[in-house]
């Protein structure tokens, strides 16, 4: 029985599953530097090679973004016309600025096109998504359909059209006499040509609409249903189930559009232009299109440049305050549990 028990096998060391104890973890590999040790010139070639596929991103955004923001934050304090040297004038472009009563239509006009345009154009791109998020033969034409113009819209090509539409006696004209309305285009009456800008905008509902729909498919079909057993109106399983679920989506859609509504000059610029830049009236004198003139017509590129960051610094405000807002009415998963 002695002989038995010295020849059993002895048990394993602890902290290998294999049998290995940890010395044989400290055996040199074949260039001489212990099993398992990092190797610095391999780290060194992995953090180059990283370097190397992010160097196009790396110039692009050196040169092409934060250079110019640099190089305009300094012609903001300076006299620049684009051909002389700068000189620098401290703060007097900003204070000459907001002394301007053209720069204070700006601010006018551009804040009555985000506060109107931006929620009739999400309000749409909802209705159409609600529509198109029933089941029915045909909806990926109806879909494709409605998010064309979101891809052909902020053409040059588009505007034009659109300002040949809301001339005097073109289409909408026409159409208002048969309703008994008054007539006289829009482009010419600079109290109604924004809303010709708002029309534009609300068409290109698309983009929107698609992450509308996208935000609908993921509300669960129990809900409505358990809605509708207790007696909810459609009214109230919308009010009470889609909008809280969706919430997300929709403040993604609020934040985009409105950064997007304040950056508006492109159309601005084409369907007011009638004889002087945006519009009659200064119509159309939106932000950016005022800027335009200051920096490229007027060649004060100096001011242009102030402009530029006091529009840089209210849309930083505006999505300052969207975010602080969300917490009262955006509902997360995560926040429920």
């Not at 290998?16 to 190797?39: F, I, M, N, V, Y």
């Not at 830049?277 to 939106?286: H, W, Y």
């Amino acid at each position: 029985m002695d002989a038995a028990v010295t020849s059993a096998p002895r048990p394993a060391p602890p902290g290998r599953p294999d049998g290995k104890t940890a010395a044989a973890d400290s055996r040199p590999d074949d260039d001489g530097r212990p099993r398992g040790s990092s190797r610095p010139g391999g780290a060194r070639r992995e953090n180059l090679a990283g370097y190397l596929f992010m160097s196009p991103w790396i110039a692009g955004f050196l040169l092409l973004t934060a250079g110019p923001m640099a190089a305009s934050l300094y012609f903001a304090f300076t006299d620049y016309n684009l051909f002389d040297a700068p000189k620098w004038i401290g703060l007097d472009n900003f204070t000459e600025m907001f002394g301007d009563p053209r720069w204070r239509t700006s601010v006018e006009v551009t804040g009555r096109y985000v506060v109107i345009g931006t929620p009739l154009k999400l309000a749409a791109a909802l209705g159409v998504a609600l529509l198109l998020n029933r089941s029915r033969r045909g909806q990926g034409f109806y879909r494709a359909a409605f998010y064309a113009p979101s891809l052909i819209g902020a053409s040059v090509s588009i505007a034009v059209v659109w300002r040949a539409l809301f001339s005097d006696g073109a289409a909408v004209d026409r159409t208002q006499q048969l309703l008994g309305m008054e007539a006289g285009g829009w482009i010419g009456d600079p109290d109604r040509i924004i809303y010709a800008l708002v029309a534009l905008t609300v068409w290109q509902f698309g983009a929107p609409m698609v992450i509308f729909l996208a935000g609908l498919k993921q509300v669960p079909r129990e809900l409505y249903e358990a809605a509708q057993v207790d007696g909810a109106s459609p009214w109230r399983r919308f009010w009470h189930i889609t909008l809280p679920m969706i919430s997300p989506v929709l403040f993604f859609n609020v934040l985009l559009e409105t950064i997007h509504s304040f950056q508006i000059f492109g159309s601005a610029y084409i369907i007011g232009s009638q004889g002087n830049a945006c519009g009659p009236a200064d119509g159309t004198l939106v932000y950016t299109c005022y800027l335009y003139i200051q920096g490229f017509e007027n060649s004060r590129m100096g001011l242009a440049s102030a402009m530029a960051w006091m529009l840089l610094l209210a849309v930083g405000l505006v999505t300052a305050v969207l975010f602080w807002s969300q917490r009262r009415w955006v509902h997360y998963e995560e926040a429920g549990r």
